[in-house]
């Protein structure tokens, strides 16, 4: 099983840039997808960018598409969100999950979650 962990969080002003890590540990992380999510008081978690195992697919929410960017290195068994252009709408916890196989069908493939990084951002 993937255990994942989330580091970079912080506060920002609007307008500038982080970079989330996420390190997974445990069975060969690198045949995994993965995926970031974000969760906001009151809303709903929301799936933010997601790489395939080979990082050769990507996928982002209209939201931050544009801004955010995924990558991975296998050979560090990380995965990373460049976040550039921030907006205090971006203030979430944000989430590192490891889907079950080399991508996703559906946000329930997703199940080994970190425990989250706060990202919040000032206007």
């Known amino acids: 099983q993937v255990q994942p962990v989330e580091s970079g969080g912080g506060l920002v002003q609007a307008g500038g840039s982080l970079r989330l890590s996420c390190a997974a540990s445990g069975s060969t992380s690198t045949n995994y997808g993965m995926g970031w999510f974000r969760r906001s008081p009151g809303a709903e978690r929301e799936l933010v960018a997601a790489?395939?195992?080979?990082?050769?697919?990507?996928y982002y929410a209209s939201t931050v598409k544009g801004r955010f960017t995924i990558s991975r290195d296998n050979a560090k068994n990380t995965v990373y969100l460049q976040m550039n252009s921030l907006k205090p709408e971006d203030t979430a916890v944000y989430y590192c999950?490891?889907?079950?196989?080399?991508?996703?069908?559906?946000?329930?493939?997703?199940?080994?979650w970190g425990p989250g990084t706060q990202v919040t951002v000032s206007s």
């Open positions: 790489i395939s195992a080979s990082g050769s697919t990507r």
């Open positions: 999950a490891a889907s079950r196989g080399n991508w996703y069908s559906r946000l329930s493939d997703f199940g080994s």
